[in-house]
Nanobody
Framework: QVQLVESGGGLVQAGGSLRLSCAAS????????MGWFRQAPGKEREFVGD????????VHADSVKGRFTISRDNAKNTVYLHMNSLKPEDTAVYYC???????????????WGQGTQVTVSS
């Protein structure tokens, strides 16, 4: 089992920045690829980005490319989502997830955090 706890969400004005953190415990963190997803009210869960076990491979969704960056610190068992130039359409609950497969598909992720709310005001 892997337990994931997100933090860092909140209310920010458009154009602002936030850094989300996801702390992992349980099994060896570096064995898992990590992903960030988000879900806005009335919408399906959406892939935001993922990072491989070592951090050498990254993928970001087109909607956030150039504005968001995912990173990880295996020594701290933590993955981050750095969000810049935030837009009102980025408003959602953001989830981190762990997978034994490096993938952009939510169904391949085995473990999920409880989510953290990000609200961007215009």
């Amino acid at each position: 089992q892997v337990q994931l706890v997100e933090s860092g969400g909140g209310l920010v004005q458009a154009g602002g920045s936030l850094r989300l953190s996801c702390a992992a415990s349980g099994r060896t963190f570096s064995n898992y690829a990590m992903g960030w997803f988000r879900q806005a009210p009335g919408k399906e869960r959406e892939f935001v980005g993922d990072i491989s076990w070592s951090g050498s491979s990254l993928v970001h969704a087109d909607s956030v490319k150039g504005r968001f960056t995912i990173s990880r610190d295996n020594a701290k068992n933590t993955v981050y989502l750095h969000m810049n130039s935030l837009k009102p359409e980025d408003t959602a609950v953001y989830y981190c997830a762990a997978s034994s497969h490096y993938s952009t598909y939510s169904r391949t992720y085995d473990y999920w955090g409880q989510g953290t709310q990000v609200t961007v005001s215009s």
